[in-house]
T-cell receptor, first 111, second 118 residues
Framework: DTGVSQDPRHKITKRGQNVTFRCDPI?????LYWYRQTLGQGPEFLTY????????KSRLLSDRFSAERPKGSFSTLEIQRTEQGDSAMYLC?????????FGSGTRLTVV | DQQVKQNSPSLSVQEGRISILNCDYT??????FLWYKKYPAEGPTFLIS?????DKNEDGRFTVFLNKSAKHLSLHIVPSQPGDSAVYFC?????????????????FGQGTILTVHP
């Protein structure tokens, strides 16, 4: 087990394009979280899954954002019609009891 | 509404001395607190945590103190080493379960950049 994997590590996209990120959690972890981190700030909670069920979404998650976790394994986060304000580091974390492990993140730059 | 605040954006310390990083919170429902360390281009790495039923937790060179009445926690690193140079985030959770075996989403502070000089 190599921890939480995120793909891609970096993404540069033009404003208005759609992007999709993938997160592969630690295999036995049933909770999966998405956070967003902008420059000079701490990570901010976006959404989380318990197995395949999406249990909570932040008000930060506008209707352009959608997250899925089919079959309770990997998760995807899609941003439609990207805006420059979406530029950030998108972090995924998985959890089993006290084990809360972050991936290395996907750095999104919208130009 | 910044529920977790780290008021010092940066801290510079000499190697071998103590580093003290501070964190304040406003939400009385927070019952589990964590400190993370982050290097550029990497995700946060867990350092140490404390439950609200305790006021101190130690792990090697790292000690976290919790003052619930002041809604304040601090991380002490003794002795500080150059490899400790990183951004440190405190985080809080309001969802520690009844058995104390799990917690949920985290609310983070803005981070403090620690630089330890040789």
């Amino acid at each position: 087990d190599t921890g939480v994997s995120q793909d891609p590590r970096h993404k540069i996209t033009k404003r208005g394009q759609n992007v999709t990120f993938r997160c592969d959690p630690i295999s036995e972890h049933n909770r999966l979280y998405w956070y967003r981190q902008t420059l000079g700030q701490g990570p901010e909670f976006l959404t989380y899954f318990q197995n395949e069920a999406q249990l909570e979404k932040s008000r930060l998650l506008s209707d352009r954002f959608s997250a899925e976790r089919p079959k309770g394994s990997f998760s995807t986060l899609e941003i439609q019609r990207t805006e420059q304000g979406d530029s950030a580091m998108y972090l995924c974390a998985s959890q089993e009891n006290y084990g809360y492990t972050f991936g290395s993140g996907t750095r999104l730059t919208v130009v | 509404d910044q529920q977790v605040k780290q008021n010092s954006p940066s801290l510079s310390v000499q190697e071998g001395r103590i580093s003290i990083l501070n964190c304040d919170y406003t939400n009385s429902m927070f019952d589990y607190f964590l400190w993370y360390k982050k290097y550029p281009a990497e995700g946060p790495t867990f350092l140490i945590s404390i439950s609200s039923i305790k006021d101190k937790n130690e792990d090697g060179r790292f000690t976290v103190f919790l003052n619930k009445s002041a809604k304040h926690l601090s991380l002490h690193i003794v002795p500080s080493q150059p490899g400790d140079s990183a951004v440190y985030f405190c985080a809080a959770s309001a969802s520690l379960n009844a058995g104390g075996t799990s917690y949920g989403k985290l609310t983070f502070g803005q981070g403090t950049i620690l630089t330890v000089h040789p």
